[in-house]
C-alpha cells in the first residue's frame, strides 16, 4: 500500500532506462514505488548516450547464446512495450524498423561477414548476403568499393533520449514517487532483510525490496555484506550524433562496418558509435576516438563528411566479469539486482523489468533468467 511516510514497497535506485522501466512496471502490479535518482532530472547516467539500437541478431555471439535469446525475446517485447509506453506517456520513443546492413571492405572482412551469416544460419535468425550491387541498391550512399553486404531485416532502434522522457511521465501515471536529487549512500539490513537505504543526508527510506540499477556506480552503494555484490566495471564509449542539412534518405538502414556503426533516425539524424576503451571513469572525448569513428564509417559512406556534427559525447557500459547482466534476486532477501547491462541496455530494458518484476512479486521468472541470476557472482545461494 502506498505510504507518504517513507516507506515503500519497493525502492529502486537509479532513474536510467532500466530503473525507470522497472519502476514502472512494479507499480503497474500494485506495488507503492519509489525512484530514487541522485541527479537532478532523469536520463543522465549511460542511457542518454546509448545509440539505441535493439539488434540481438546483428550482435549475435557464438559464445553468449544465452545473452542472444533474452535479447531476442526483449526485442520481440518491444513492440507492445512502446506502443503502451506510447499510450500512457503520450510521448514519442522514436521507435524505428530500420533493420541493419554490413559492410565488408575488404577481403578478410568479407570473409569474417560469411561466418557472420553462417552463425545465423545455424542459429535460425533471418540473415541475407548481399553482393556489392544489391547492397548499393539498398543504400546507394555506399562506397562503390564495398567488397560484400550483409542484412538482417529484423533489427530495430530506439532513441534513448524519448525513451527514458517515456518512462518518467509514465512511472509519474501509476502514482509512482519520483525523487531526484537524492543520493543512495547505503542498503539497509536488519536479520539478513532489507529494510531500505539511507541516503546521503542521513534519511532514511524504508522499502521491503531495493532493486539496485545504479549502472555503472552501483559500487557506490555500501552496505551489502561483500559476498552478495555484483562486481561491475565500467567500459567507456565515445559516439557522435550527427545530422544532414539536406534531411532524411542518406542511410535508412543501421550501418555496421568493423569499428563503427551509423545509426538513422529517420529525419536527417545519425548516430556514429562507438569506441571500446578501458579507462576507468574517465568521460573525457578525444580527437582519437572521434577520428577513429569517422575514418571507419568513411570507407565505406564517404558522403558522412557532409553531416553536420551536433555532439560528441562519451559514455560507461556497465560490465560485470561474464559482459552479461545480473537480473533479479540477490544474496540477501529483499534486495534485487538490475545491472551490469553492459552494451545492451536499451534492448534489454523491457525484458529486465519483466523479470526484475516477478521477483518483486514472487512469480517464476522464466528459464530465462536462470543465466543471468545476480547470485553467481558470489556463490552464495539466494536467502530463503
Ligand atoms: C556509447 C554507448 C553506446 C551504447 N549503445 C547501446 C545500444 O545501441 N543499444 C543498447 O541496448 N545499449 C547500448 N549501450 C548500453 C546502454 O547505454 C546501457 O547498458 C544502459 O544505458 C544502462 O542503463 P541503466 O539504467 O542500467 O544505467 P544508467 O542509465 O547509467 O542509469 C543509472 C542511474 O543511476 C543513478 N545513480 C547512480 N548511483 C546512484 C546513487 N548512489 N543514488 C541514486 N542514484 C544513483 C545515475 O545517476 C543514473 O541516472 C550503449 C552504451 C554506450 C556508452
Known sequence: MPNRSNSFDVAVVGAGAIGLAVAWRAAQRG????????????????????????????????????????????????????????????ADTGYLNCGTLFAARDPDEAEALLRELALRERLGLPAHRLRPSEARRLEPALAPTLRLGLEIPDDHAIEPRKLTAALGRAVATTGAELRMSVTVDRLTIEADQVTGVELADGQRVSAEHVVMAAGVWTHTVTGLPEEARVPIHPVKGQILRLHDPNGPG?????????????????DGRYVLGATMEERGFDTTVTAGGAFELLRNAFEVLPSITELVIDELSAGLRPATPDNAPAIGPGAVRGLHWATGHFRHGILLTPVTAQIVVAGLTGEDPGELAADFDPTRFSGVPVAA
Not at 535508412?252 to 545509426?263: E, H, S, W
Open 250 to 266: 542518406l542511410l535508412t538502414r543501421a550501418l555496421r562496418v568493423t569499428g563503427a556503426y551509423l545509426v538513422p533516425r529517420g
Open 31 to 90: 506495488l507503492s514505488v519509489v525512484v530514487l535518482e541522485r541527479a537532478a532530472e532523469i536520463g543522465k547516467g549511460t542511457t542518454p548516450v546509448a545509440a539505441g539500437m535493439i539488434a540481438p541478431i546483428s550482435e549475435a555471439l557464438a559464445t553468449e547464446r544465452p545473452l542472444t535469446r533474452l535479447g531476442l525475446a526483449s526485442a520481440r517485447a518491444y513492440p507492445d512495450f512502446v506502443a503502451e509506453l506510447t499510450d500512457v506517456s503520450g
